[in-house]
C-alpha cells in the first residue's frame, strides 16, 4: 500500500504542475464511406459535425473519400447521409492533437429508396459491425480497451465487463461466456480464424496472461456469446472477430509507450505520397520482473515477453486491393531450484522448470469489388504454435530428476475465399470456404507416481485437414424486420466427421426507440487435436488409437432479446437464452464424472465416447449509457444456471457455474484547459463463486501430490468473487503531440479471492491458494 500512495502523490503533483498557457490545437478528420455490405465507395455523401459550432461539414469525393481539417480537439459526433441510405450517426469521435483521426464508415442501403430518410434516435455502438449478426453479439471499440479500468488494452479483459462474461482466473485472460469453458472461444483476425492470440498461453486454451495484439492495430470488432452467424464455425461459446485499422496513408505518425508491462514502440505511415498505401507495424519487449521492484510477489520465475504485429495495406488501380497482415509472440518462464532445503518452504521450490509459449500469424489478403453488388475477399494465412514445459526435481543430494517434460508443436495453413452479394436493397448474401491443413508434433513424457515408471501417452507426428462451408442470406421485407438465416458445414478428413449446421434469426423493430430479437443456431467443435492421438496399452502390449473417431461436441443455441433506447445514449438490453450441449465427449467410464465441457487446456488422453450432455441457461441484463457528457457507464448482470453429465449419469455443476455475475464500469473525464483531460475509470465485479472437487488427503498423502475425490467432481463451492478495479489517467495534448500518463489497479482494496485448495507435500497439509493482490500498472503513452 505504500508503493500504491507514492503512485497517486506523484500523479496528483503531476496533474497539479500542468499550467502552461492553453492553446487552440487541432487535427484532421477522414475517412471513407463504404456501402455495407458490397464495400463500394459512395461518392456524394455528406458529411456532418454535429456538435461543431459554427456547423462544420462537407461530401466525399469521386473516391468515398472526405476529409475535415482544423478541428479543434475534443470529442465529437459525425453524422453521415446520403441519398437511398439511412442516416448514420457516428458517436464519441475523439480528436487528439497527436493523431489524425482516420475513419472508414459503412451505411446500410434504405429499402425505401428515394423516400424521406428517418433519422432514429439510437446510437449506431450498439450495431453490430457484422450484419448478419443479429442477438447476442455487440461492438467493442479501441477506446474501451484503453478506457475500462484493469483491461490495459486487452479485448477479453476487457469483455468482463460484458453481460454472461465472468474471468476464469485474475492471472490469465481466459474467459467463461454463458457458463461454458474457454475453450469454447473463436479468435479470427480480419475474416481468419486464428490461434490463440496471447501470451502464456497453454496448449488447447483460448487465453493467456496479456495479449499479444497491440490496440495499436485494432479497430472497431464484434464479440458473439451465442446463436452466431453462419460464417462462424467449430466454436460452442463466443467469438472474437477481430478487425485491424489501416496506417495514416498521408502522414507518418508514431507511438511509444512504457511502463510496466514493457517497452512498445509502433510506426504507420504511407509508402509514398502518390500511393494509396500505408504500413501499421508494432513491437514491444518486457520482463515482468519489474513489478517485483515494487513490492508485487509474482513468484521465484524470470518471466519474459515480445512480440511484433502489423498491418501493410497494398491497393491497386486494377486487381483489387492487397494486405499483409499478422503477429507473432515469444513468451517464457524459468525457475531455478535452490540448492538448500532450508529454504524450501513448499514442496514446488525443490522443482528447476522451464516453460515457453511461441504463437504467430502471417496472411496474405486480397479483396476486389467485381461489380456494384459483388465483394471478393480471400486469404492465405499461415500460423502456429510451440508450447513446452519441462521440470526436474532435486533429490535429497540436490541432483536434478527427470519429472516431466512436454512439448506441442502445430502448424496450420489457411485458404479462404467469402463472396458478398447485394441482390438489392432487401436481399443480400455472404458465402464462402476455409480450408485448413493442420500438422502436428506432439511430445509428453512424465514419472507416474502410482508406479515410478516414465509414461508416454504422447508421441505423434500427424496431419489433418478440415473443411468449412457456409452460405448467409439477410433479408429485410420490411424497414421493421430483418431475417437472417444460413447454414455452416465442418468436416475433419481424419475420420470423416463431419456437422451440417442450421443458423436463423430475426430482429423487429417495435418502433424507433425498441426491438425484439431472436436467434437459433446449431454449433458444433472439433476435439483438441492431442485427444485423438491418445493411444491406449492393450493387455499383449499393444497400442490402441482410442480416440480416433471421436465425433464433434455439438450445441443448440436459443437467444430472445429486448433493446430499448431510453434516450440518445442510454439503453437497457436483456436477453435469455438456452443452450443444449450433446454429442459431448466424456470419459468412457461408467464410473467417471470426465467430461471435454470441463477442460481448460490441454489434451484428456483417457479413452472418451461421445455420449455426454451439458445445458446453459440463464437471462442477461444490460443497461449501458455511451459517452456523454464526458460520462459513461456499463452495468452488465446475468442469473444462469451451467450443468453438465458424463457416463456416471449424475447432473453436475461445470467448474464455470457461479449462478450470478454482475459488474458496474463507469467513467468520468475532466477537462481542464481544453488541451488537458483527467480521466477516473472503475469497475467492480461480483460473481458467484466457481465450483471445485474435494481433495482426497489420504490418497494425496500415498502418491506425494494433490488427488481428488472424482466421485464428488464439482460439489464444493468457493466463496463469492468481488473485485474493484480502478484506473486514473492525464491525458495532455500540445502541438503535434499527445501524452497519457495512466496507472491501473487491478484488485485496487486487496481482497483476498479464494482461487481453488491444493495438498501440500512437505507439510503434509491442505492448504489454500488465492487470486491475485492488489496489482498496480503503470504506463505513460506519446503519439506524434
Not at 487435436?529 to 491406449?536: M, R, T
Amino acid at each position: 500500500m505504500t508503493h500504491l500512495k507514492s503512485y497517486l502523490l506523484f500523479l496528483a503533483a503531476l496533474f497539479i504542475s500542468m499550467s502552461a498557457h492553453a492553446q487552440t490545437l487541432t487535427q484532421t478528420i477522414r475517412g471513407t464511406v463504404i456501402d455495407k455490405v458490397s464495400k463500394t465507395t459512395l461518392p456524394g455523401a455528406s458529411i456532418v459535425l454535429v456538435n461543431s459550432n459554427p456547423l462544420i461539414g462537407t461530401t466525399t469525393d469521386p473516391d468515398g473519400v472526405f476529409k475535415l481539417t482544423q478541428i479543434p480537439i475534443g470529442t465529437y459526433v459525425l453524422k453521415i447521409s446520403f441519398i437511398g441510405y439511412k442516416e448514420v450517426t457516428v458517436p464519441n469521435i475523439i480528436v487528439n492533437s497527436g493523431k489524425e483521426v482516420v475513419l472508414t464508415i459503412p451505411i446500410d442501403e434504405d429499402i425505401t429508396q428515394l423516400e424521406a430518410i428517418v433519422v432514429r434516435p439510437d446510437i449506431e455502438k450498439n450495431k453490430p459491425i457484422n450484419e448478419m449478426a443479429t442477438v447476442s453479439t455487440r461492438t467493442f471499440s479501441v477506446e474501451e480497451t484503453r478506457k475500462f479500468a484493469a483491461a490495459v488494452n486487452d479485448p477479453a479483459r476487457a469483455a468482463i465487463s460484458f453481460a454472461g462474461v465472468v474471468s476464469t482466473d485474475d492471472g490469465s485472460n481466459s474467459i467463461s461466456i454463458r457458463g461454458n469453458s474457454p475453450v469454447g472461444l473463436l479468435w479470427r483476425m480480419e475474416g481468419v480464424d486464428i490461434p490463440n492470440p496471447n501470451h502464456f498461453a497453454a496448449v488447447g486454451a483460448s487465453g493467456g496472461g496479456i495479449s499479444i495484439l497491440s490496440s495499436q492495430l485494432l479497430t472497431n470488432s464484434d464479440f458473439s456469446t451465442g446463436a452466431f452467424p453462419a460464417e462462424y464455425g467449430n466454436a460452442l461459446a463466443g467469438v472474437f472477430d477481430l478487425n485491424l485499422r489501416k496506417g495514416n496513408n498521408e502522414k507518418r505518425e508514431y507511438t511509444v509507450q512504457a511502463g510496466f508491462l514493457g517497452l512498445d514502440v509502433s510506426a504507420e505511415g504511407p509508402f509514398s505520397k502518390n500511393y494509396r498505401g500505408s504500413y501499421l507495424i508494432n513491437y514491444r519487449y518486457s520482463t515482468l520482473s519489474v513489478l517485483s521492484k515494487v513490492g508485487i510477489n509474482l513468484g521465484d520465475a524470470v518471466t519474459n515477453f515480445q512480440d511484433l504485429s502489423y498491418n501493410i495495406y497494398l491497393p491497386t488501380h486494377t486487381f483489387g486491393n492487397f494486405s499483409l497482415f499478422g503477429f507473432g509472440g515469444l513468451s517464457d518462464q524459468n525457475q531455478n531450484a535452490k540448492k538448500d532445503s532450508t529454504q524450501w518452504e513448499e514442496d514446488y521450490q525443490r522443482n528447476n522448470a522451464s516453460y515457453f509459449s511461441n504463437t504467430g500469424a502471417a496472411g496474405v489478403k486480397h479483396a476486389i469489388t467485381i461489380n456494384p453488388q459483388t465483394y471478393l475477399q480471400s486469404a492465405i494465412v499461415i500460423s502456429g504454435n510451440n508450447h513446452g514445459y519441462e521440470e526436474t526435481r532435486l533429490d535429497d543430494s540436490y541432483v536434478p530428476q527427470f519429472n516431466y517434460k512436454s512439448n506441442y508443436i502445430s502448424r496450420k495453413l489457411t485458404v479462404s475465399s467469402v463472396l458478398n452479394h447485394k441482390f438489392n436493397a432487401r436481399n443480400s448474401i455472404r458465402s464462402g470456404v476455409y480450408l485448413n491443413q493442420y500438422s502436428y508434433n506432439l511430445r509428453q513424457r512424465y514419472v507416474d507416481p502410482e508406479t515410478d515408471q516414465i509414461v508416454q501417452p504422447l508421441n505423434s507426428a500427424l496431419q489433418a485437414n478440415t473443411l468449412q462451408l457456409f452460405s448467409q442470406w439477410s433479408y429485410r421485407p420490411t424497414q421493421k424486420l430483418t431475417i437472417n438465416s444460413g447454414i455452416h458445414f465442418l468436416y475433419l478428413k481424419n475420420n470423416g466427421t463431419y456437422s451440417v449446421e442450421p443458423r436463423a434469426s430475426a430482429k423487429y423493430e417495435l418502433n424507433e426507440r425498441q426491438s425484439l430479437s431472436v436467434g437459433y443456431g446449431l454449433h458444433s467443435q472439433m476435439q483438441p487435436i492431442g485427444v485423438y492421438e491418445a493411444y491406449l496399452e492393450q493387455p499383449d502390449g499393444s497400442f490402441k488409437q482410442a480416440n480416433k473417431n471421436l465425433g464433434f461436441n455439438k450445441a443448440h443455441h436459443f437467444v430472445v432479446g429486448y433493446d430499448r433506447s431510453l434516450t440518445k445514449y442510454l439503453r437497457v438490453k436483456t436477453e435469455t437464452y438456452y443452450q443444449h450441449l450433446y454429442n459431448i465427449a466424456v470419459n468412457d467410464d461408467s464410473t467417471s464424472p470426465v467430461s471435454s465441457l470441463v477442460v481448460e487446456e490441454g489434451f484428456v488422453t483417457d479413452p472418451m465416447v461421445n455420449k455426454g450432455y451439458g445445458r446453459n441457461y440463464g437471462v442477461e441484463l444490460t443497461v449501458e449509457q455511451f459517452l456523454h457528457n464526458n460520462i459513461y457507464f456499463l452495468l452488465s448482470g446475468s442469473l444462469y444456471n451451467s450443468e453438465y453429465k458424463a457416463l456416471d449419469e449424475v447432473w453436475r455443476n461445470t467448474r464455470f457455474n457461479g449462478k450470478r455475475a454482475l459488474s458496474f464500469t463507469a467513467g468520468k473525464e475532466y477537462i481542464w484547459k481544453k488541451n488537458r483531460v483527467f480521466g477516473v475509470n472503475l469497475r467492480a465485479i461480483y460473481a458467484g463463486g466457481f465450483w471445485t472437487t474435494p481433495i482426497d488427503f489420504d490418497k494425496s498423502i500415498e502418491m506425494g501430490e494433490t488427488r481428488y475425490v472424482e466421485t464428488l467432481a464439482f460439489t464444493e463451492q468457493l466463496p463469492d468473487y468481488f473485485r474493484t478495479d480502478l484506473r486514473l489517467s492525464i491525458k495532455r495534448n500540445r502541438a503535434k503531440t499527445t501524452t497519457t500518463f495512466s496507472l491501473d489497479l487491478q484488485n485496487a482494496t486487496n481482497h483476498k479471492n479464494l482461487g481453488g485448495h491444493y495438498f501440500e507435500v512437505r507439510s503434509g497439509e491442505i492448504k489454500k491458494w488465492y487470486s491475485l493482490p492488489l496489482l498496480p500498472i503503470l504506463n505513460y503513452r506519446i503519439e506524434f
